[in-house]
């Protein structure tokens, strides 16, 4: 009797430890007693089933571990059976590395497993589908660059042009070089070994070698060609991850494997896992991968038009007019245009869950169903142009400027603006009214920002909020949130909790200056200097306790001394003019030109000017009698008065 345990990726991961003892790759197969005593090692405890059992216990690895060649890895990649993604990006790999991979594979050294997982292809022509087909997650480099030196394909350079990498042999020495001008007039060299492996004749090769080097010893130069003719030959490990295990698990396992311990993305997954996709797969790789580039660098737009293959399909059109754009405050990476059209076509924040529609994988049942692979295809490949539609990009960001953050290092987390573009994307998707959707998309991106709902498990709070989206709206599911996050206690004593911070990229003081932006607010003790203009500016924050003054008097802790209640935008000049002088001195002299009308310290020479200043910074007027002694108090007031302007521009949005 035998009993077949399909186990889930949790107890599989801990299940490596039976397969390690077991010295068994692919699978584990153990006697009662064999399996209950390493059960109870991995675990501690023995199922109260496995007690009366008798038999044979069989249970599936995660992965097997196998050795190709390096021709049947090739002629794997040119028949689909391994989906290696083309390289969009440029390859990243030197030519010394090429050479050096060259040489390890002449001489029999070991040059890295490759890692695949198995995945469920599309339905063929005529019903049914391809079956299995392994997605390459892990080699890519070292895929490209055999194809590069053996099979002479071209690879794409830093300035996206296509070019050959050639590397040089030397018979004689057994050495290998990146092919230089100077090599090819050198008869002792071998220009290009992509056309002695592609002949694969030692005997004709030798020949003609001996014919230009008559002095070269025979035996070693024909020993080394055929050692060089046999490089296709040499042996390399390819670990295969089973189509069992979910995105995560595999995620994992490849970071624990890789001997450099690169971390792999869900992303990354997705990216693999669209670009094996035949053309629509490939084109989609390149609208995400070039619509990132050239988001950063519109002034590269024209060494991408050597990619003739895309540039001659409507996506390159959709993305084109990024060779104007100047504006940074929303650049998406890779990473996040992924996030945003998960959010828009599957309505979930996980990035790992369009692996799942994308192969098939019924989220009910968790059944493959190989009809479903090319609808979400085409609902991911949708939800991507509306993505990078200048309309509809550009119309965000309107929006998106007009909460106040408008420059890229006031909006603390990326999430909150992928979840408010999505958002966006699908109001407009539900023909909600234009200004319906200006206050939510504001409102709602505010909100994260304020409460920190970007952070921690937030993808799952993302699915939930797009679930109430689509059940009873985006207007009724944000009025839910804030009345069970932003009530009464959240602005009275939640906020100033949140405001105790000495980092300037606190989130709660960053979305404190963005109301500022908005409201037009003037940098302290100024009267035509607007913290707005002083943020483009790069201007700077400084202490209205000066740092000086409270290092004089004993508080050097800098999370004291640089608490966001003591910051405000002031002009350079006014911050010298103050100095170390304690607030009730230089505050003096404020109070003397007002009188005066003679400005000395800022420009600030009426009552109603003063009074204005402060109400605009938020400014208690303890501060006039502020020192070392109260500076807790000022900080504890100043905070509540953050906290009540930020609930007055929160209501205005």
Do not use: C
Not at 517 to 522: G, I
Not at 573 to 582: L, S, Y
């Amino acid at each position: 009797m035998h009993v077949n345990l399909l186990l889930k990726p949790i107890l599989l991961k801990r299940l490596r430890i039976l397969v390690q003892q077991s010295h068994s790759i692919s699978l584990v197969t153990a006697t009662k007693a064999e399996f209950q005593n390493d059960f109870r090692e991995g675990f501690g405890l023995l199922p109260t089933w496995m007690v009366g059992f008798s038999g044979t216990i069989e249970t599936m690895s995660m992965y097997s571990v196998n050795q190709e060649t390096v021709s049947t890895i090739l002629s794997w990649i040119d028949s689909d059976e391994i989906a290696i993604p083309e390289m969009q990006r440029p390859f990243v790999w030197t030519s010394i590395k090429v050479r050096d991979l060259m040489d390890s594979l002449y001489r029999g050294y070991p040059v890295g497993y490759l890692i695949t997982w198995k995945s469920q292809t599309v339905p063929v022509k005529g019903g049914g589908h391809a079956g299995f087909q392994q997605i390459l997650i892990d080699g890519q480099q070292r895929t490209t660059a055999l194809r590069a030196a053996l099979a002479g394909e071209p690879v794409m350079g830093k300035d996206f042009k296509r070019k050959r990498i050639i590397i040089s042999f030397n018979p004689q020495t057994e050495e290998f070089e990146t092919a230089t001008p100077f090599i090819r007039k050198q008869p002792a060299w071998i220009y290009d070994i992509h056309e002695v492996v592609s002949k694969a004749n030692s005997f004709e090769l030798t020949t003609e070698y001996l014919q230009k080097n008559p002095d070269a010893d025979i035996k070693q130069v024909a020993e080394a060609i055929q050692k060089l003719i046999d490089i296709p030959k040499a042996p390399i490990g390819i670990i295969s991850l089973s189509s069992d295990l979910d995105v995560e698990t595999v995620t994992e396992i490849f970071v624990r494997i890789n001997s450099k311990g690169v971390p792999l993305s869900s992303a990354d997954f997705v990216m693999s896992k669209i670009s094996a996709y035949g053309e629509q797969g490939r084109n989609l790789r390149k609208l995400i991968d070039y619509f990132a580039y050239l988001a950063v660098s519109p002034h590269d737009f024209d060494e991408l038009l050597n990619d003739d293959e895309f540039t001659s399909t409507p996506h390159w059109q959709a993305i084109s007019w990024l060779k104007s754009d100047t504006e940074d405050l929303y650049d998406p990476s890779y990473v996040d245009l992924i996030r945003v059209a998960s959010m828009l076509a599957f309505r979930r924040g996980r990035i790992s869950f369009v692996v799942r529609e994308l192969s098939g994988l019924n989220p009910e049942t968790r059944e493959f169903e190989p009809e479903r692979i090319q609808p979400a295809y085409d609902k991911f490949e949708e939800a991507l142009l509306r993505t990078v539609s200048e309309y509809e990009f550009k119309k965000f960001l309107v929006i998106l400027k007009s909460t106040g953050f408008i420059r890229p290092n006031m909006i603390s987390s990326i999430n909150a603006v992928n979840f408010a573009y999505a958002l966006f994307l699908i109001m407009r998707e539900q023909k909600r009214p234009d200004p319906e959707i200006s206050s939510v998309v504001r409102r709602w991106f505010v909100m994260i920002a304020l409460t920190g709902r970007s952070s921690g498990s937030f993808e799952t709070a993302f699915e939930r909020d797009l679930r109430g989206v689509d059940s009873v709206g985006a207007e009724a599911t944000l009025k839910e949130i804030e009345e069970a996050e932003l009530g009464e206690s959240f602005w009275e004593v939640g906020l100033p909790q949140r405001l105790a911070s000495s980092s300037i990229g606190n989130p709660q003081f960053r979305t404190f200056l963005a109301s500022q932006v908005k409201s037009k607010a003037r940098a302290f003790l100024s009267k035509h200097a607007e913290v707005s203009s002083m943020i483009e500016t790069q201007g700077d924050i400084h202490h209205m306790v000066p740092k000086e003054y409270l290092r004089q008097n004993g508080v050097n802790d800098k999370r004291d001394y640089n608490q966001v209640g003591n910051f405000v935008y002031a002009e350079t000049a006014v911050n010298i003019r103050i100095g170390k002088r304690e607030p009730a001195e230089y505050l003096a002299e404020v109070l003397s030109q007002i009188k005066s009308g003679v400005p000395s310290l800022g420009e600030v020479t009426s009552q109603e000017e003063l009074e204005r200043n402060f109400d605009e910074n938020a400014v208690p007027w303890s501060l006039l009698e502020t020192t070392v002694d109260n500076y807790e108090d000022f900080l504890r007031e100043r905070r509540t008065l953050i906290a009540a302007k930020l609930r007055v521009y929160y209501r205005g949005l």
